[in-house]
């Protein structure tokens, strides 16, 4: 006997409310103004980028190609000196830096008044890291525990971590952190939607036979999400379309479970669903 698996999608899958409210922010400045410039693709995902060229929204490497339209600043955040040239040039800006982004800025910026030595739980080169990086004069990224274990012995420090960290990550810096910090004052600035994400992860994994994750192999956060899918579900797999899935991974299984990074949209969620329901799986009778 044949049937459906039974398929448990994240209710956190996909875009974060940052990301949409970004994209919907650069939407509506391309309707008012014919278009809107960015500094860089708005996720790290090909297919809406190319979608949002459809809609006028322009990708550009530099603020000399954003003369005749506003620029768009992007949800994980834009270095001080950006906004400084952008405002020399006179451009029109439109800031759809994520709230929670702005928080992290500002905690690092208390931290450093603090007089401590700034560290960085975060992806060596990621802008959203090196926007942190650059609200302060000298900071020190860490991205592995590796890395923490490097790190000298310090009298007073401040710790801030990239907004899309895992949290396991986080906690294993932390602790290798504190054995050598004598005055360590750390703020979780992981965002909600992130560990809402890695929690529903954690729930749906181990009573899944299989787990998909969509995503851009380019999403570093897409990439997160998998691993932690991994430890604790060795079926688990990436894909970037609902072409990828393949049905030899379903063999033997009977229930699947869906996530999604933060860079994949709705409407690709929902086309990979559609492709898992009409996998034929054996029932047991
Ligand atoms: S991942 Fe979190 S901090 Fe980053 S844009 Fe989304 S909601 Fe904001």
Aim: one cysteine or more; aromatic letters at 4%; hydrophobic letters at 40%.
């Amino acid at each position: 006997m044949s049937g459906q698996l039974k398929i448990r999608v994240a209710k956190g899958a996909g875009f974060c409310f940052g990301v949409r409210d970004a994209i919907a922010k650069a939407k509506e400045t391309a309707q008012e103004h014919g278009k809107v410039y960015m500094l860089g693709d708005i996720v790290h995902n090909e297919r809406v980028v190319a979608e949002l060229e459809q809609d006028n929204i322009k990708v550009v490497d530099s603020l000399d190609q954003a003369r005749d339209a506003p620029v768009l600043f992007r949800a994980h955040g834009t270095v001080p000196e950006l906004w400084k040239k952008a405002n020399e040039k006179d451009l029109t800006i439109v800031d759809a830096t994520c709230p929670l982004v702005h928080e992290i800025h500002d905690e690092i910026r208390k931290l450093h008044e603090e007089g401590r030595k700034l560290l960085i739980i975060g992806d060596h080169g990621h802008d959203e890291v090196i926007a942190i990086q650059a609200q302060v004069p000298d900071t020190t990224v860490i991205a592995t525990i590796e890395e923490a274990k490097q790190v000298p012995r310090i009298k007073k420090a401040g710790l801030v971590s990239q907004s899309t960290q895992m949290i396991e990550n986080v906690q294993e810096i932390l602790g290798i952190l504190s054995m050598k910090i004598f005055d360590l004052r750390f703020v979780n600035t992981v965002c909600f939607p992130t560990r809402r994400n890695q929690d529903e992860i954690k729930s749906i994994a181990p009573i899944s036979d299989v787990m998909i994750i969509i995503g851009s192999q380019t999403s570093a956060n897409t990439k997160r999400l998998l691993e932690a899918s991994l430890r604790l579900n060795k079926n688990s797999y990436m894909v970037e379309t609902a072409e990828e899935v393949d049905p030899e991974w379903f063999k033997g299984a009977s229930s699947v479970g869906v996530s999604a990074g933060a860079s994949s949209p709705d409407d690709l969620i929902e086309e990979v669903v559609e492709q898992l329901k009409h996998i034929n799986v054996k029932m047991e009778v």
